[in-house]
């Protein structure tokens, strides 16, 4: 078994290079499959668990993709072979759901399983076959799959999101570009992957336009070809060092990352009491060893995200004071607050909000990790804890975090890696 071992009570201190956004990569990747000429390059990508699944469920398609060490991802998507992913891969990340939009707008078919619902919600797709229907597709969900069709092209439509999903405008977005005529996406979702994700396929020859507000408009377009394109830098990652610079009473520069997609953590540790300095080539996080409580509400971009709730709250466990933590987009995203209590935090949950009575003292202990953000809430919990820390369930922060692990060391912290019975992922060129 994997585990991450930490000694706490080293004080973070120097620089480090954030990653490219794994939630960037993701959806450039499905769409790229809307090209029936040409070659997409990713660049910038973080070699992680969850961009490698989606590779081999676009393989499962009949597509070319090749994922090399300096971060690039290619992908050739000139023949498909089917429209249909298979549930042993779909089951693994939620994500790879969002294939749904460009089969059906490039072959006027899908057939892809219902993701079940993971360790932090139910998370439905409702939204998602909302914006395929308005398009025109006939969806129906049968034996575990949810199968769409369409004679022709997709119509362009005015499409009105229930829920602000950044799923579900991904799948309508992308599904819209190749529909006859104008579509007009209102309560869009507005986060920084989708704006990347809108660049990405302008540069493919699309037309979207309003990508970052509310409402975003698409005009069809016949074809589509790949192109190269630079995600941008992983702002849960740069969150995660901000806040793990904030728990050590640390002084880290998170090189690359953009302030604008972190204002709210921004103004949240300024109200806490740490120093955090935008600079045009990166974020400064200065903290003074005592902080102060704060409230905290998860929203979507640009409020507070829910990827970085997990972390906060380990921060704020060692707070003294009372600081609320309220998660309104998830049901079940306080599985890190069990296993925090393992290490003395006083934390109580009240409906959505976690009540933590912050305390002078954490102490080490053998924890897992359920989910990704909470297994990095962990290894944050475990830099200032007293003693070892020892962090199961690893296979989660791989999802997400290249190298915490080696960077977090960087710092100054006392931090291992240990029993990885597999060697790091491996890199890969064939197509199947
Ligand atoms: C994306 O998930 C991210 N994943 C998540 O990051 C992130 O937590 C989430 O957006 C919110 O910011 C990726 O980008 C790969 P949603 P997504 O659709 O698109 C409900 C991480 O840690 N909803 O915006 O699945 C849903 O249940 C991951 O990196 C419906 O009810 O999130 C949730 O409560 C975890 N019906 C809320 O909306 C729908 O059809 C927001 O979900 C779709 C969503």
Known sequence: MTTIQIRGGQRLVGTIQVNGAKNAVLPIMTASLLADKGIT?????????????????????GVGVEMSPDGKV?????????????YELVRKMRASFWVAGPLLARTGHFRVPLPGGCNIGERPVDQHIKGFEALGAKVTIEHGYVEGYVNGRLKGARVYLDIVSVGATINTMIAATLAEGQTIIENAAKEPEI?????????????VRGAGTDV??????????????????????????????????????VEGAIYNHLSSLG??????????????????????????????????????????????????????????????????????????????????????????????????????????????????????????????????????????????????????????????????????
């Open 216 to 253: 975003i408009r698409i005009e069809g377009v016949k074809a589509l070809h790949g192109a190269s394109h630079n995600v941008i830098p992983d702002r849960i990652e740069a969150g995660t060092f901000m806040v793990a610079a904030a728990i050590t009473g640390g002084d880290v520069f």
């Open 195 to 207: 704006v990347d994700l809108a660049n990405y396929l302008n540069a493919m020859g699309a037309s």
């Open 41 to 61: 390059v990713i660049e910038g990508a973080p070699y992680l668990t969850d961009i490698e699944n989606l590779a081999h469920v676009v393989r499962s398609l």
């Open 74 to 86: 290619r992908v050739e998507a000139d023949s498909l072979a089917t429209c249909e992913a298979p």
């Open 267 to 432: 103004a949240k540790l300024r109200e806490a009491g740490v120093e955090v300095e935008d600079d045009i080539s990166g974020i400064r996080v200065r903290a003074p060893q005592t902080l102060k409580p704060i409230d905290v509400k998860t929203l979507p971009y640009p409020g507070f995200p829910t990827d970085l709730q997990a972390p906060v709250l380990a921060l704020l466990a060692r707070v003294e004071g009372v600081s609320i933590i309220t998660e309104t987009l998830y049901e079940n995203r306080f599985m890190h607050v069990p296993e925090l209590r393992r290490m003395g935090a006083e934390v109580k949950i009240e409906g959505r909000s976690a009540i933590v009575e912050g305390v002078a003292k954490l102490t080490g202990a053998d924890v897992t990790a359920t989910d990704l953000r909470a297994g990095a809430a962990l290894v944050l919990a475990g830099l200032v804890a007293e003693g070892e820390t020892l962090v199961s369930g690893v296979e989660h922060i791989d999802r997400g975090y290249h190298d915490l692990v080696g960077k977090l060391r960087s710092l100054g912290a006392h931090i291992f890696r240990a029993g990885d019975s597999v060697p790091p992922l491996k890199l890969v060129s064939s197509q199947s």
